[in-house]
């Protein structure tokens, strides 16, 4: 995942109650999708789509720089906290004597992780919502609905089969050029 995107994911779990209930990894979204995009230190910055859809002052988007500059390096160190741990038990066979030992801790820590991220997330969301008024209060919840549904719709994607992805004017599934010779061979082609 590179920077924009990492931070996009980070902010699609504050704001979808779907996400933050699901852990903090998984949503693989890109830059275009989210509200927040950032760099490798933590720090994120406000698309324009944003500032201009829920019409945000010159103050509001000072304040929510400033609260994204605290939440986002600490969300960064929980995501990327274990990131070995989890990468050295990918590598290790099943039939390793400290295999289940070290499976156990690698879970226990994701379970802390995914605790930690919830909490945090719960609280730049309502750190965020404060900021606005009821009118842009409003737009951001409905902003909210079209993320988790646009998370829902990716979810289903996959358990079907494969992320749709674009090629000229057509979107379609990922699965539809896995073989040519599956349509050659049912007649189709």
């Known amino acids: 995942m590179n920077k924009a995107q990492t931070f996009t994911a980070i902010l699609l779990l504050a704001m979808s109650a ?8 998984g949503a693989g979204v890109g830059p275009g999708d989210g509200m927040f995009m950032g760099g490798g230190d933590g720090s994120m910055g406000i698309p324009p789509k944003l500032a201009e859809r829920l019409n945000l002052s ?16 600490r969300l960064k160190e929980i995501a990327d906290r274990g990131k070995a741990d989890r990468q050295t038990l990918a590598a290790m066979a099943p039939d390793d004597p400290s295999y289940g030992d070290y499976a156990g801790r690698v879970s226990q820590e994701a379970g802390l992780a995914a605790a930690e991220s919830v909490t945090l997330m719960t609280e730049l969301q309502s750190n965020i919502y404060a900021l606005l008024d009821e009118e842009q209060q409003a737009e951001y919840m409905a902003m909210r609905v079209e993320m988790r549904e646009r998370m829902e719709a ?18 379609h599934h990922a699965e539809m050029h896995s073989d040519d010779t599956d349509a050659d061979a049912s007649g189709g082609g």
Not at 18 to 25: D, E, I
Not at 58 to 73: I, K, N, V
Not at 154 to 171: I, V
């Open 18 to 25: 779907t996400a933050l209930a699901g852990g903090h990894r």
């Open 154 to 171: 990716r979810r289903d994607a996959m358990r079907e089969g494969g992320m749709p992805h674009k090629h000229g004017d057509c979107t």
């Open 58 to 73: 010159e103050q509001q988007q000072q304040d929510m720089l400033a609260l994204t500059g605290l939440y986002g390096p």
